[in-house]
Nanobody
C-alpha cells in the first residue's frame, strides 16, 4: 500500500500562484508515476500533470505553460507549482501514485489517492 499526504492549496486571485506538495509513504519502491488530478463540482476527475519514474512529464492542455510538476525521488515527494491561475482551475486536487505490474502485454495499473486539497481561484 501507498499512503499519500497532500499539503498546500487554498485560495488565490486570478493570475496568482499556489504550490501543492504530496508526500508518499509505505510501499514506495515500486511506484512508477506520481501526479495530480483535479475534480470540479459536477465534473469528472481529470489528469492535471504526472511524472514518471524516468522523469517524463505529461500535462493537460489546459495547464501547459502555467503549471510545473517536479518530483524528488529520494524523498518520494511530488509538487505542483501553479502559476497564472484562472478561475477555471478551481477544484479539489488529488495526489496520485500508480504502479504498473505484470508483463508489458498484460500490465495492470494500481492507483493510490490522497485525500484531496481544495484550490479556489477568484476572478
Amino acid at each position: 500500500q501507498v499512503q499519500l499526504v497532500e499539503s498546500g492549496g487554498g485560495w488565490a486571485q486570478a493570475g496568482g500562484s499556489l504550490r501543492l506538495s504530496c508526500s508518499a509513504s509505505g510501499s514506495t519502491r515500486s511506484i512508477n508515476g506520481l501526479g495530480w488530478y483535479r475534480q470540479a463540482p459536477g465534473q469528472q476527475r481529470e489528469l492535471v500533470a504526472d511524472i514518471s519514474s524516468h522523469g517524463s512529464t505529461n500535462y493537460a492542455d489546459s495547464v501547459k505553460g502555467r503549471f510545473t510538476i517536479t518530483r524528488d525521488y529520494a524523498k518520494n515527494t511530488v509538487s505542483l507549482q501553479m502559476d497564472s491561475l484562472k478561475p477555471e482551475d478551481t477544484a479539489v486536487y488529488y495526489c496520485n501514485a500508480y504502479k504498473e505490474v505484470g508483463p508489458v502485454e498484460r500490465v495492470v495499473r494500481y492507483d493510490y489517492w490522497g485525500q484531496g486539497t481544495q484550490v479556489t481561484v477568484s476572478s
